[in-house]
């Protein structure tokens, strides 16, 4: 049974720094992809970054140049450094993972909160 386990998150302050890790567990089949998504009260959910198992990246505008994406294909995770915070940050973060053959599954999400 696929299993999406992310750690990290909480509440910092504005301009702080935190990171989220993703670790994949419970499939023999590689990972094409993994990325994360988050969701604020009363938004959809909406891309935040994600990383090809050949490394290439992809991130949202509002993230650019605050965010790195990366991974570890050994250790089937997905991390996410988040500088330079910002209140419209606050969201839920869902970690993502395609898999071969599987398709795709979720997280059950973390919490990020950006206050003073």
């Known amino acids: 049974q696929v299993q999406l386990v992310e750690s990290g998150g909480g509440l910092v302050q504005p301009g702080g720094s935190s990171g989220l890790s993703c670790e994949a567990s419970?499939?023999?089949?590689?990972?094409?992809?993994m990325g994360w998504y988050r969701q604020a009260p009363g938004k959809q959910r909406e891309l935040v970054a994600d990383?090809?198992?050949?490394?290439?990246?992809n991130y949202a505008d509002s993230v650019k140049g605050r965010f790195t994406i990366s991974g570890d294909n050994a250790k089937r995770t997905v991390y996410l450094q988040m500088n330079s915070l910002k209140p419209e940050d606050t969201a839920v973060y869902y970690c993502?993972?395609?898999?071969?053959?599987?398709?795709?599954?979720w997280g059950q999400g973390t919490q990020v909160t950006v206050s003073s």
């Open positions: 993502k993972a395609i898999f071969h053959a599987l398709g795709t599954y």
């Open positions: 419970g499939s023999a089949f590689s990972i094409k992809a």
């Open positions: 990383i090809t198992s050949g490394g290439s990246t």
